[in-house]
């Protein structure tokens, strides 16, 4: 069994810091691609950012590119989204995913390519 588990979000105010982490189990802890999507009310999930576990390749959303950073945590098979300058537009759940795949860079960025979910995580920022 899989399973991912996000840690709690946040409220925060333009231009703070959040920091979100995820821990894999299961099936998910040897996943070769983890990423982050969001989803704000009425809208798609959008990518935010993966790493790959071979190589590790870090691709973001042109969006968070600057602000974000994604990084792996083996000791604790973790996967953390570093989130700065935080700008009310970033205001989601957030959802950590994995792939038993190593994903080329052009497919990185589809949900469809991730089957393991974490339950999601409320991030608000206000201006």
């Known amino acids: 069994q899989a399973q991912l588990v996000e840690s709690a979000g946040g409220w925060v105010q333009t231009g703070g810091s959040l920091r979100l982490s995820c821990a894999a189990s299961g099936r998910a802890s040897s996943s070769g691609t983890l990423g982050w999507f969001r989803q704000a009310p009425g809208k798609e999930h959008e990518f935010v950012a993966a790493i790959r576990r071979g190589d590790g390749k870090k691709v973001y959303a042109d969006s968070v590119k600057g602000r974000f950073t994604i990084f792996r945590d083996n000791a604790k098979n973790e996967v953390v989204l570093q989130m700065n300058s935080l700008k009310p537009e970033d205001t989601a759940v957030y959802y950590c995913?994995?792939?038993?795949?190593?994903?080329?860079?052009?497919?990185?960025?589809?949900?469809?390519?991730?089957?393991?979910w974490g339950q999601g995580t409320q991030v608000t920022v206000s201006s």
């Open positions: 995913t994995a792939s038993g795949a190593t994903h080329i860079l052009s497919s990185i960025r589809r949900k469809e390519m991730y089957e393991y």
